[in-house]
Nanobody, 118 residues
Framework: QVQLVESGGGLVQAGDSLSLSCVAS????????IGWFRQAPGKERDLVAR????????YYADSVKGRFTISRDNAKNTVYLHMTSLKPEDTAVYYC???????????WGRGTQVTVSS
Protein backbone atom coordinates (compact mmCIF):
# COMPACT_ATOMS: atom_id res chain seq x y z
CA GLN A 1 0.00 0.00 0.00
CA VAL A 2 1.07 3.58 -0.65
CA GLN A 3 0.35 6.55 1.58
CA LEU A 4 0.33 9.98 -0.04
CA VAL A 5 0.49 13.38 1.62
CA GLU A 6 0.04 16.60 -0.31
CA SER A 7 1.32 19.99 0.77
CA GLY A 8 1.93 23.45 -0.59
CA GLY A 9 -1.58 24.71 -1.12
CA GLY A 10 -2.68 28.17 -0.12
CA LEU A 11 -4.29 31.44 -1.09
CA VAL A 12 -2.67 33.32 -3.96
CA GLN A 13 -3.63 36.03 -6.41
CA ALA A 14 -4.31 35.56 -10.08
CA GLY A 15 -1.06 35.43 -12.01
CA ASP A 16 0.92 34.05 -9.11
CA SER A 17 2.79 30.76 -8.97
CA LEU A 18 2.52 27.94 -6.48
CA SER A 19 4.20 24.57 -6.10
CA LEU A 20 2.56 21.51 -4.63
CA SER A 21 4.36 18.46 -3.29
CA CYS A 22 3.18 14.92 -2.81
CA VAL A 23 5.29 12.70 -0.58
CA ALA A 24 4.75 8.96 -0.68
CA SER A 25 5.54 6.25 1.80
CA UNK A 26 5.03 2.54 1.66
CA UNK A 27 5.83 0.35 -1.28
CA UNK A 28 8.31 1.18 -4.01
CA UNK A 29 7.41 4.66 -5.15
CA UNK A 30 9.09 4.31 -8.51
CA UNK A 31 6.70 1.51 -9.45
CA UNK A 32 3.77 3.92 -9.60
CA UNK A 33 2.42 6.36 -12.08
CA ILE A 34 1.37 9.52 -10.26
CA GLY A 35 -1.44 11.86 -11.11
CA TRP A 36 -2.51 15.23 -9.82
CA PHE A 37 -6.26 15.73 -9.77
CA ARG A 38 -8.41 18.62 -8.67
CA GLN A 39 -11.97 19.07 -7.56
CA ALA A 40 -13.73 22.40 -7.39
CA PRO A 41 -16.93 22.85 -5.37
CA GLY A 42 -19.87 21.26 -7.12
CA LYS A 43 -17.71 19.75 -9.85
CA GLU A 44 -16.24 16.37 -10.58
CA ARG A 45 -12.67 15.44 -9.79
CA ASP A 46 -10.57 15.90 -12.93
CA LEU A 47 -7.11 14.80 -13.91
CA VAL A 48 -4.78 17.78 -14.16
CA ALA A 49 -1.42 16.15 -14.88
CA ARG A 50 0.14 12.73 -14.85
CA UNK A 51 3.69 11.42 -14.84
CA UNK A 52 4.95 7.94 -15.59
CA UNK A 53 7.12 5.83 -13.32
CA UNK A 54 10.44 7.08 -14.67
CA UNK A 55 9.14 10.49 -15.76
CA UNK A 56 9.60 9.65 -19.43
CA UNK A 57 5.96 10.42 -20.14
CA UNK A 58 3.77 13.26 -18.91
CA TYR A 59 0.21 14.33 -19.61
CA TYR A 60 -1.54 17.64 -19.02
CA ALA A 61 -5.14 18.65 -19.25
CA ASP A 62 -5.73 21.30 -21.90
CA SER A 63 -6.77 23.78 -19.24
CA VAL A 64 -3.33 23.75 -17.61
CA LYS A 65 -1.03 22.97 -20.53
CA GLY A 66 1.79 25.47 -20.69
CA ARG A 67 1.14 26.71 -17.16
CA PHE A 68 1.62 23.63 -14.96
CA THR A 69 4.60 21.30 -14.79
CA ILE A 70 4.64 17.90 -13.14
CA SER A 71 7.90 16.31 -12.06
CA ARG A 72 9.11 13.63 -9.70
CA ASP A 73 12.14 12.72 -7.63
CA ASN A 74 12.05 9.00 -7.00
CA ALA A 75 14.98 9.24 -4.59
CA LYS A 76 12.82 11.48 -2.40
CA ASN A 77 9.53 9.66 -3.03
CA THR A 78 8.09 12.98 -4.09
CA VAL A 79 6.09 14.34 -6.99
CA TYR A 80 5.73 18.05 -7.62
CA LEU A 81 3.21 20.20 -9.42
CA HIS A 82 4.55 23.61 -10.29
CA MET A 83 1.74 25.97 -11.21
CA THR A 84 2.23 29.33 -12.88
CA SER A 85 -0.06 32.05 -14.19
CA LEU A 86 -2.75 30.86 -11.83
CA LYS A 87 -6.35 31.77 -12.58
CA PRO A 88 -9.41 31.91 -10.32
CA GLU A 89 -10.74 28.85 -12.15
CA ASP A 90 -7.75 26.89 -10.84
CA THR A 91 -9.29 27.12 -7.38
CA ALA A 92 -9.89 23.59 -6.11
CA VAL A 93 -8.72 20.90 -3.76
CA TYR A 94 -5.73 19.25 -5.37
CA TYR A 95 -5.11 15.54 -4.84
CA CYS A 96 -2.25 13.30 -5.80
CA UNK A 97 -2.88 9.68 -6.61
CA UNK A 98 -0.76 6.64 -7.38
CA UNK A 99 -1.47 3.69 -9.59
CA UNK A 100 0.31 0.82 -11.25
CA UNK A 101 -1.87 1.56 -14.25
CA UNK A 102 -2.64 5.02 -15.61
CA UNK A 103 -6.23 3.86 -15.95
CA UNK A 104 -6.60 3.06 -12.27
CA UNK A 105 -5.25 5.25 -9.49
CA UNK A 106 -5.73 3.08 -6.43
CA UNK A 107 -4.15 5.27 -3.76
CA TRP A 108 -5.10 8.83 -2.92
CA GLY A 109 -3.95 11.59 -0.65
CA ARG A 110 -6.32 13.78 1.35
CA GLY A 111 -5.79 16.83 -0.77
CA THR A 112 -4.55 20.39 -0.38
CA GLN A 113 -6.62 23.50 -1.02
CA VAL A 114 -5.55 25.99 -3.65
CA THR A 115 -7.47 29.24 -3.80
CA VAL A 116 -6.77 31.85 -6.46
CA SER A 117 -8.29 35.27 -5.93
CA SER A 118 -9.01 37.62 -8.79
Amino acid sequence: QVQLVESGGGLVQAGDSLSLSCVASGRTFSAYNIGWFRQAPGKERDLVARISRTAISTYYADSVKGRFTISRDNAKNTVYLHMTSLKPEDTAVYYCAAGLSTANFAYWGRGTQVTVSS
